[in-house]
């Protein structure tokens, strides 16, 4: 299992096919628990897919943790495809 820390917070990458976010009845590509800090990412995506899922998810939680508690899906959905872009087609980025 992977773990990422997010504001001193250590927040577990689970990767699994079924779940459900407690206010959604929808099989979810992602998933992001706040209470738990544990981020989803549905099994049966492509490898591509799953990247750009935990991208998503980790954006909430970044969100999440700078005190956004009320979070607009669209801007974070759009921003996340921009991030994950940057950071695929830019891997030595954080090796200054």
Known sequence: ???IKVCGLNYTVVIKEHFKAYDD??????YCDYEQ??????????????KQVLIHELTHAILQEAGYKEQDEE???RFSIILHQ?????????SV
Not at 25 to 30: K, S, V, Y
Not at 86 to 94: G, K, R
């Open 75 to 77: 801007l974070v959905t």
């Open 25 to 30: 009845e929808r099989n979810l590509w992602g």
């Open 37 to 50: 800090q544990i981020i989803y990412i549905r099994e049966s995506l492509s490898e591509e897919r799953k």
């Open 86 to 94: 940057v950071l695929s087609e830019n891997p030595s980025l954080l």
């Open 1 to 3: 299992m992977k773990t």
